[in-house]
């Protein structure tokens, strides 16, 4: 099946400093791929939408100049989180849609990334 | 806008019984798309039923069947015979049918199965 890689899948940076977390899509491509938050207990919540070749589509209340999304091939996305603060820390999670399955295929989630801003 | 809702922050099943996750959505759309997801403790979400709007059968994937009700706006999850590996929790999710592929996401469900 379709397979949807994100790294790393832990970070721990220090406040201050970047942090580049990448989504791919393995075996598939994918025009559109999705950020998303996830505070403990809670559910997803959506940063914006990646692209390919285009400005990624922010959420409202989510800083583009702080959430960098770059979504430059058809198989890699990437969501740079700049002048992290420890506020940032949370679970980000990927996900990515095959281009060429039809309307109703379903999203590929990667299995996230766990941001620790110290 | 849509919404969706689950009403249950927790349930709870005895191994080897059925359990039912509710979920309710609002919408003024007739066609669009519903999707229950598992995320167990390694956080990978993981496709677990989907159910397309126009189809009046319910969806069926092994243990897992739905009950979807597009009057009530009602799309209920049943599990049957649970199992140690089913705990996780589950998020029902909608999406517009024509969408760019957003998911509106409900609250969750923690599944807790008792041994």
């Known amino acids: 099946g379709a397979v949807v890689s994100q790294h790393p899948s832990r970070v721990i940076c220090k406040s201050g400093t970047s942090v580049k977390i990448e989504c791919r899509s393995l075996?598939?491509?994918?025009?559109?791929m999705f950020w998303y938050r996830q505070f403990p207990k809670q559910s997803l919540m959506l940063m914006a939408t990646?692209?390919?070749?285009?400005?990624?589509?922010?959420e409202q209340g989510v800083e583009k100049d702080k959430f960098l999304i770059n979504h430059a091939s058809l198989t890699l996305s990437t969501l740079t989180v700049t002048s992290a603060h420890p506020e940032d820390s949370s679970f980000y999670i990927c996900s990515a849609r095959d281009q060429a399955v039809n309307y109703n295929s379903p999203l590929h989630f990667g299995n996230g990334t766990r941001l620790t801003v110290t | 806008a849509q919404t969706v809702t689950q009403s249950q922050p927790e349930m709870s099943v005895q191994e080897a019984e059925t359990v039912t996750l509710s979920c309710t959505y609002d919408t003024s759309e007739s066609d669009y798309y519903l999707f229950w997801y598992k995320q167990p403790p390694s956080r990978q979400m993981i496709l677990v039923i989907r159910q397309e709007a126009y189809k009046q059968q319910n969806a069926t994937e092994n243990r897992f069947s739905v009950n979807f009700q597009k009057a009530a706006k009602s799309f209920s999850l049943k599990i049957s015979d649970s199992q140690l590996g089913d705990a996780a929790m589950y998020f029902c999710?909608?999406?517009?049918?024509?969408?760019?592929?957003?998911?509106?996401w409900g609250a969750g469900t923690k599944l807790i199965i008792k041994p």
């Open positions: 075996d598939f491509q994918a025009t559109t």
């Open positions: 990646s692209n390919e070749g285009s400005k990624a589509t922010y």
């Open positions: 999710a909608y999406r517009s049918a024509d969408s760019n592929y957003q998911l509106i």
